[in-house]
């Protein structure tokens, strides 16, 4: 199976800084069926970006996805209060679909 | 509007059996893989497996074949989640998802998700 390793662990951040999140894959995601995942506490996770980066109806435009391969990246231009939470990237292009730890980005 | 709504949280021993449901709405049921995800106490999220209600096909991860059992109902447009003995290991949030994409196509992310049901299971 594909494993997704993404880093940092935890990103400490102001509002209004940039936020760079790293998820790297053990082989290459086919077709660069990646996608990015935004959980915040005591909720159900929200599909952010698919095929590496395309956003999802209705997700500003300060999200963005990057990458393809074995490395992507999701960048976050400009911090927003409500942007602070965990980042899960995902891989769907082989069975077993695979997720990555997470990456909570956190008020510095 | 999409929603799946789940059951309510479950706490259980041991050994318990348990089914838990996923009940949706604003969509065609049967045109687009639905699956499940576990999320352990303070931990990340694991993909557990999708159905496609059209025909019933389930693919399983290899870490769950055979440790719980996915279907559907499509009279009620609902998709379930069953255990025949439940473990403590098995405390956890699970939650429904559908696919992004729809018209039976694999290889999509997760769009809509359910609120999730947490599962305890405790002597």
């Known amino acids: 199976e594909i494993v997704l390793t993404q880093s940092p662990g935890t990103l400490s951040l102001s509002p209004g800084e940039r936020a760079t999140l790293s998820c790297r894959a053990s082989?290459?995601?086919?077709?660069?069926?990646l996608a990015w995942f935004q959980q915040k506490p005591g909720q159900a996770p929200r599909l952010l970006i698919y095929?590496?980066?395309s956003r999802t109806t209705g997700i500003p435009d300060r999200f963005s996805g990057s990458g393809s391969g074995t490395d992507f990246t999701l960048t976050i231009s400009r911090l927003e209060p409500e942007d602070f939470a965990v980042y899960h990237c995902?891989?769907?292009?082989?069975?077993?679909?695979?997720f990555g730890q997470g990456t909570k980005v956190e008020v510095k | 509007e999409v929603q799946l709504v789940q059951s309510g949280a479950e706490v259980k021993k041991p050994g318990e059996s348990l089914k838990i449901s996923c009940k949706v709405s604003?969509?065609?049921?049967?045109?687009?893989?639905i699956g499940w995800v576990r999320q352990m106490p303070g931990k990340g999220l694991e993909w557990m497996g999708v159905?496609?209600?059209?025909?019933?096909?389930?693919r399983y991860s290899p870490s769950f074949q055979g440790q719980v059992t996915m279907s559907v109902d499509t009279s009620i447009t609902t998709a379930y989640l069953q255990w025949s003995s439940l473990k403590a290991s098995d405390t956890a949030m699970y939650y429904c998802?559908?696919?992004?994409?729809?018209?039976?196509?694999?290889?999509?992310?997760?769009?809509?998700w359910g609120q999730g049901t947490l599962v305890t299971v405790s002597s």
């Open positions: 998802a559908r696919l992004y994409y729809g018209s039976g196509s694999y290889y999509s992310p997760f769009g809509p």
């Open positions: 604003g969509y065609s049921f049967t045109t687009y893989w």
């Open positions: 159905i496609y209600p059209g025909d019933s096909d389930t």
């Open positions: 082989q290459i995601v086919g077709s660069n069926y």
């Open positions: 095929s590496a980066s």
């Open positions: 995902q891989q769907y292009a082989a069975s077993p679909w695979t």
